[in-house]
């Protein structure tokens, strides 16, 4: 099946660390930018973190800006998102999926990117 495999969620206090992984199945994702999103209970998905497929660009969504780190490793068809700091407000499920960067930046990636795997729960809470 042609998706990614997302992993890594879990349950977390406040002030913590997840490292969440997701792996290519089915494609090659090398030609990719690949992005992170996330949806909570109750609200539309929204963009998480982005990284262009050559030049290892990287975006960040305001509300995550200098505690999420994006990162990715082709010759293992992964992507990684090193999420420190967590808030109650990042209790979502993750997801990521393939596309193109601009429209990742411009935020239209939920309706325009691919690949989406069955994303992995993370939950922030004391």
């Known amino acids: 099946q042609v998706q990614f495999v997302e992993s890594g969620g879990g349950l977390v206090q406040p002030g913590g660390s997840l490292r969440l992984s997701c792996e290519a199945s089915?494609?090659?994702?090398?030609?990719?930018?690949i992005g992170w999103f996330r949806q909570a209970p109750g609200k539309e998905r929204e963009g998480v973190s982005c990284?262009?497929?050559?030049?290892?660009?990287?975006y960040y969504g305001d509300s995550v800006k200098g505690r999420f780190t994006i990162s990715r490793d082709n010759a293992k068809k992964t992507v990684h998102l090193q999420m420190n700091g967590l808030k109650p407000e990042d209790t979502a499920i993750y997801y990521c999926?393939?596309?193109?960067?601009?429209?990742?930046?411009?935020?239209?990636?939920?309706?325009?990117?691919?690949?989406w795997g069955q994303g992995t729960q993370v939950t922030v809470s004391s």
């Open positions: 999926a393939a596309g193109a960067y601009n429209d990742f930046v411009a935020g239209s990636g939920t309706s325009t990117y691919h690949y």
């Open positions: 089915g494609f090659t994702m090398d030609y990719y930018a």
């Open positions: 990284i262009s497929a050559f030049d290892q660009r990287t």
